[in-house]
């Protein structure tokens, strides 16, 4: 599996030092029996293209987060392909209006910074959305709570570990 992973990452098992949002994402991962282990980069991985440039997979492989804030203040986190660009409308038609979140929303909302925001361990309240479209690959990559962080599964893991069944919010 390393062979996957280009020169500018490394990875780090449970055990080792992670950044504490990275530690607790990859508790949750391991509490709720996924086997995928949390990867910090060496290279920043704040952006899909980041990502998929450390770990020499293809952006579309890349299961970014983009948070919107709804019109009740809420989260809606959307968790899409890393080719793709979220649909606002169709968010919409799911969660009613939603706006931009800046970055202090997104932190606060999630407890995660922009770049590093996992598709688990939202606080309560938050709305998350997946993507329908990243069905198509065997294996994604998520963020792990920091920028650098990351951890692999399947579109199958994702709706398991999320309890969301997945829809259409991108672009056509």
């Not at 060496?42 to 997979?57: F, V």
């Not at 660009?85 to 910074?113: I, S, W």
């Not at 962080?149 to 672009?171: H, I, K, N, S, Y």
Request: glycine share 10%; with cysteine; net charge negative.
């Amino acid at each position: 599996m390393l062979a996957l992973y280009g020169p500018s990452s490394f990875s780090l098992s449970m055990t080792d030092s992670l950044p504490p949002a990275a530690t607790r994402v990859a508790e949750l991962l391991r509490e709720r029996g996924h086997d995928g282990e949390v990867r910090m980069l060496a290279d920043s991985a704040r952006t899909a293209a980041e990502a998929a440039a450390a770990l020499g997979c293809s952006v579309a492989e890349i299961a970014k987060s983009i948070v919107f804030r709804r019109h009740d203040g809420a989260p809606v986190v959307v968790i899409t392909s890393g080719d793709n660009r979220v649909d606002v409308g169709k968010v919409e038609a799911l969660v009613g209006a939603v706006g931009k979140a800046d970055a202090d929303f997104v932190r606060e909302a999630t407890g995660y910074a922009i770049g590093g925001v996992s598709p688990v361990g939202h606080p309560e309240g938050a709305i998350l959305l997946v993507d329908r479209d990243l069905s198509r690959f065997d294996t994604i990559w998520a963020a792990a709570g920091h920028p650098h962080a990351v951890f692999p599964l399947t579109p199958t893991q994702l709706r398991e570990l999320t309890g969301v069944e997945p829809d259409d919010v991108r672009v056509d």
